[in-house]
């Protein structure tokens, strides 16, 4: 169980206890169980389970009633088929209706059917480092994030790493830009930690970006660069003026930034960030565990002395 996960926990405690609190003013109320649908898939001994979640209710004293599905057998793919599941473990509840302030706020992580029925689409809660994804002809693929390590692009920090960040960002993007305030913190803090960024342009500009960063790093100026522009980055003459800062040779840096021959890095970074369900940036792999969304210094010291035990 990881820390979202637990943080989540504390927050439907939060609302579940209000939820009672205000029921029982008006008198005794008779709440009916929750049916909770854990659809998993035996074959994958690997892959995380669900018990976190059924402990939860247990926790929180929810009354259900469990119900734990094959995705191979026939109930098993017609959940997959009536409520579009693209990964599994996967969760789905039905009568959350009974609770009127933990379906709304239910609602942020997840979808309510037109039958009625909730699925819990917030797989990073759940998850461990590997979940399998569910493929349009039925089949199922493995996806280990500990793939995601600083082999994939260009590092800064300890060479001798213990703790490897690897982020999925975009020049333009302003949670990208803080994000990086907080990595120069750690990487102070830390001898044993290494960075790695990897460009998702989400927009044309931010493909210029991520050529021009390429271009950089052909005159060994990677950093330089990348520190530049992140600091000034609002407009394209942003890329021209942090190369002139970085102290690039620019008759050479615009030449590269005419070649095609970056087009196919860029885009394989596109793929690879497709493949691992990166949906926005920044997304952080941290020795392999995602974490979708930016994250603070007291946050990474927690996680740290839990990778370190």
């Known amino acids: 169980m990881n820390y979202k996960f637990v943080l989540f926990c504390l927050i439907v405690l939060l609302v579940f206890s209000f939820f009672i609190n205000n029921s029982s003013i008006t008198g005794d109320v008779v709440l009916a169980p929750l049916r909770v649908v854990g659809l998993v898939n035996p074959q994958c001994s690997e892959c995380s389970d669900l018990s976190g979640h059924f402990n939860l209710f247990k926790l929180f004293n929810i009354p259900y009633v469990e119900e734990v599905v094959d995705v191979n057998s026939p109930a098993g793919i017609n959940l997959i088929s009536v409520y579009d599941i693209l990964q599994v473990p996967a969760v789905i509840i039905h009568d959350l209706s009974f609770y009127p302030q933990l379906r709304e706020f239910y609602l942020s992580y997840g979808s309510e059917e037109a039958d009625g029925a909730y699925v819990f689409r917030s797989n990073d809660l759940i998850r461990g480092f590997i979940y399998e994804r569910v493929t349009p002809n039925g089949s199922f693929k493995l996806v280990d994030y500990s793939v995601v390590n600083k082999s994939l692009g260009v590092s800064r920090g300890a060479v001798n790493s213990s703790v490897d960040i690897v982020m999925f960002g975009d020049f333009y993007c302003n949670d990208s830009r803080a994000s990086l305030l907080v990595i120069d913190e750690l990487l102070k803090l830390y001898d044993d930690v290494s960075f790695t960024f990897i460009p998702l342009p989400l927009t044309q500009e931010a493909g210029v970006a991520a050529v021009a960063l390429e271009c950089a790093g052909m005159q060994g100026r990677y950093w330089d660069f990348f520190t530049e522009l992140f600091n000034k980055c609002d407009s394209a003459l942003s890329v021209m003026e942090a190369a002139y800062n970085a ?29 691992l369900d990166v949906e926005g940036t920044p997304t952080f792999f941290i020795n392999g565990l995602k974490i979708p969304m930016a994250f603070s210094i007291s946050y990474f010291n927690d996680l740290y002395e839990k990778l370190k035990n």
């Open 247 to 275: 102290d690039l040779f620019m008759d050479g840096f615009i030449s590269c930034l005419a070649s095609d021959e970056w087009s196919g890095i860029i885009s394989g970074y596109i793929v690879l960030a497709e493949s």
